[in-house]
């Protein structure tokens, strides 16, 4: 009697402790990766890069895909947003340009904009859910009066039967922004446009 009493409530404590796991939210600090090849066109001219978020919250959306829910999932600028500029300026380089933060007038700019990152729910079977995730970078490249502006969205969805958690989470972001700067750094005309 008092062993089975004893696995109720086990079962009822894992229970408790897997639906507050699943309600918390989620603070992701992913670290996106440049993995491309990218052309080498440069000859070494200098070229302004800056990288802002154009987004209207950090928060990405929720794990249970309702918006009221307390399964918040927020992505900040101020951790993400250097490492989309170390990575810009990594491309650069390997393109054969020489990144600054420094403007000048006459140098070649560009501004990379994160303007969107969602993570919303769906589901694609019985039994098994869907994270739905995109991304949307905005490159703004000026050169010599001329401007030239790309698009690159990125979209990613992973089906689950147990909801992903804060590591599984943080690393679909990661690799959706590095599919984005991918994206953006192998768009041929951008790398001839800021080589002109």
């Not at 800056?50 to 009221?68: E, F, H, K, L, Y």
């Not at 947003?81 to 170390?86: E, G, S």
């Not at 969205?153 to 943080?170: H, I, L």
Request: proline fraction near 6%.
């Amino acid at each position: 009697m008092q062993r089975r009493r004893f696995l109720k409530l086990t079962a009822l404590m894992l229970t408790l402790t897997w639906l507050a796991g699943c309600s918390s939210p989620q603070y992701l600090q992913p670290t996106p990766e440049r993995t491309a090849t990218v052309p080498h066109i440069g000859q070494g001219q200098a070229v302004t890069v800056s990288v802002v978020d154009g987004r209207d919250s950090p928060q990405i959306g929720t794990r249970s895909g309702n918006a009221m829910s307390t399964s918040v999932i927020t992505v900040e600028a101020e951790p993400l947003m250097p490492k989309l500029q170390a990575e810009a300026e990594r491309a650069l380089r390997d393109m054969g340009f020489q990144p600054t933060r420094e403007a000048a007038q006459g140098r070649p700019r560009l501004t990379l904009t994160l303007q969107r990152l969602a993570y919303g729910s769906g589901q694609s079977q019985p039994l098994i859910d869907e994270a739905r995730l995109e991304s949307v970078l905005v490159a703004k490249a000026e050169n010599d009066g001329a401007t030239y502006t790309g698009t690159y969205t990125s979209r990613r969805t992973q089906g689950y039967a147990v909801r992903p958690g804060f590591e599984a989470n943080t690393n679909m972001v990661a690799e959706l922004l590095s599919d984005g700067l991918n994206r953006v750094f192998k768009d041929p005309e951008l790398g001839h446009f800021l080589a002109r």
